[in-house]
């Protein structure tokens, strides 16, 4: 078997594929419980995958741009984004969504990182040459 080095681009990729994955699963297997529950498990990990993939290119961006308007473009951003994500739920729970779907929605990119790093920490140990 041979081992090849992760680059930060491949380990992103794994990572928001797996979460999909895992959405999936949950979105599935909650629907047992009830309808409301899917549907407010989908929200959560839609936010948090939306949330994490703008927060990435937001900081690609600035750490290629460099200098003062690096910086204030990351706060311009960063409250946007956060704006957004408390609109969301906002509306969210305007809606009558489900607390505890949401919660586990949005904790998939945590599932998945965890999952993701004791894949790499058991099956590909050591570092490609």
Excluded: P
């Amino acid at each position: 078997m041979t081992l090849t080095a992760a680059n930060d681009e491949s380990i992103q990729a794994v990572i928001v594929r797996t979460s999909l994955f895992f959405l999936g699963i949950m979105v599935v297997f909650g629907a047992l419980v009830s309808i409301r529950f899917s549907l407010s498990t989908l929200a959560g990990g839609l936010i948090v995958l939306l949330n994490h993939c703008w927060l990435r290119s937001i900081l690609e961006r600035v750490l290629a741009a460099g200098g003062e308007n690096a910086a204030r473009y990351a706060i311009i951003r960063y409250v946007l984004r956060l704006s957004l994500i408390a609109l969301a739920v906002i509306i969210l729970f305007r809606l009558n969504v489900d607390i505890a779907g949401l919660f586990a929605g949005l904790s998939i990119l945590v599932i998945s990182t965890v999952s993701v790093s004791i894949y790499q920490l058991l099956f590909q140990k050591g570092d490609a040459q």
